[in-house]
């Protein structure tokens, strides 16, 4: 498999720009130098995030009639993560170097100091990733509280309350999107690797006998999402672990990879973690997680395949993926070729003038299409500007309200990719619309 990253170079500074000049992503508390890991999503960056969240959840959720969902707590007592463990195993190998004493994670800089050049460092130790807090006023043992460095344990833990609660039998699922966070040693390329991040899991719980044939469905199943949402073929990849490289957890793990432009690196892993995290909560709690299988007359603790991705690192991949440079008219372009499902805006209303007769015109049209479509409204400069200012922020179609339009009560319609323009009544621009984004 070519495993050398995309022909452009600077791809990553390019959207890195993109996404603060035009409001995707700034850097957290940067009024006071920023805070080094966290980011803040502005107001086209919150669109896209909650899109991507949304096709994640209609895809596994709403579409489904054998998953369900759910949103459990950021904090949890240290015995959720004795029972995973997170507090014993959760851990990189964190190594000093000797001559500019920077800190590093061991197994991502090839002995090599990124800071100084330099090869000599300390022997490398176990640094565990866990962030740590106190829950309530008084401190000491009893007051101890983590947040969670993945979502996947509040579905282990509410394995029997949605067991009941919802009557359904293995094979089912439980999904849900939060926010998880890590103490990652180091932090790097934009939103790939923070220490503040979502995450969009799901866990399958499954006959043991079944466990592989559900494993390699889920892998297509997930592959598949990334490129009906746009992502070419060939960026994507299967990446299997070997034996030695599996979590403690891990019956198999298999992660889709995508070529960012430092190289082929994760964007999602699917695993079979066994039945290990329902026996060591029942083990740990005392209470037994096992499905009983009235037809067989038998209990059985299921095995779990479990899908995970990050939807901030889905983001990233889908903006890298997106980024295009070409020439219209003689000028140089930067578009977004999103998925429209995707898109931040999806419809942007143009009125080429700012007279109040144009204004009330563009008023109806964006009264007819807001609850159906997320839609830009924008006034300001040449209608040119305003076609490259949409492209670049990914909005599919544009629509030209114009003096015209008092006329024939028609606008234009111009589509992102082609720069094709069309006359559309309005009478008829929901429906052509919808026809459009399908």
């Known amino acids: 498999m070519d495993s050398t990253p995309p022909h452009d170079p600077e791809l990553l500074d390019k959207v890195i720009n993109l996404a603060k000049r035009r409001g995707f992503i700034f850097q957290s508390a940067d009024i006071y130098g920023g805070f080094r890991s966290t980011y803040d999503y502005g107001p086209l960056g919150v669109n896209m995030l909650r ?23 950021i904090l949890g007592p ?64 009893g007051a101890t509280a983590y947040l969670r460095p993945e979502t996947a344990q509040g579905m282990f833990t509410n394995f029997n309350n949605v067991l009941t609660t919802s009557r359904k039998k293995p094979p089912f699922g439980i999904a849900q999107v939060g926010k998880s966070f890590r103490n990652e040693i180091t932090p790097q390329n934009f939103v790939f690797r923070t220490r503040e991040f979502e995450q969009m899991e799901m866990e ?46 891990s019956r198999g793990t298999t992660d889709v990879e995508y070529r960012y432009p430092w190289g082929w690196d994760e964007l999602e892993g699917i695993a079979n973690r066994g039945d290990y995290d329902l026996t060591q909560h029942s083990v740990h709690s005392g209470v037994k997680l096992e499905y009983y299988d009235q037809a067989a007359n038998e209990r059985y603790t299921p095995y779990v395949i479990e899908p995970a ?55 109806r049209v964006l009264e007819i299409l807001q609850p159906h479509f997320s839609c830009d409204y924008d006034v300001t400069q040449s209608i040119g500007r305003r076609y490259r200012r949409q492209d670049e922020v990914g909005t599919p179609l544009c629509i030209t309200v114009d003096f015209d339009s008092l006329n024939d009560d028609a606008v234009t319609v111009r589509d992102r990719d082609t720069t094709e323009q069309v006359r559309i009544p309005i009478g008829e621009l929901l429906a052509t619309l919808r026809t459009r984004t399908q």
């Not at 994640?56 to 949103?71: A, P």
């Open 309 to 363: 991705a990050g939807a901030t690192r889905a983001m990233m991949a889908f903006l890298l993926a997106a980024y295009h440079e070409d020439e219209v008219e003689g000028e140089v372009r930067t578009v977004l070729r999103l998925d429209w499902r995707l898109a931040p805006y999806q419809v942007a209303v143009l009125p080429l003038s700012k007279k109040p007769e144009l204004q009330g015109v563009s008023q």
């Open 51 to 73: 899109n991507v969240k949304n096709a994640w959840w209609r895809s596994m959720v709403q579409l489904r009639h054998d998953v369900v969902g759910l949103d459990a707590a």
């Open 78 to 141: 240290p015995a959720v993560w004795a029972a995973s463990g997170h507090l014993e195993t959760f851990t990189d190998p964190l190594v000093d170097c000797l001559k500019c004493h920077g800190r590093f994670r061991e197994d991502k800089i090839d002995g090599v100091c990124p800071n100084c050049g330099s090869t000599q460092f300390t022997e490398s130790r176990a640094f565990n990733l866990m962030f740590k807090t106190q829950a309530g006023p008084v401190e000491g043992d």
């Open 204 to 249: 399958y719980f499954v006959p043991p006998a079944e466990a592989e044939q559900w494993y390699r469905y889920w892998i297509e199943q997930r592959l598949n999402w990334y490129l009906d949402l746009g992502i070419p073929a060939d960026q994507l990849r299967l990446h299997e672990h070997e034996l030695a490289d599996l979590s403690h957890y």
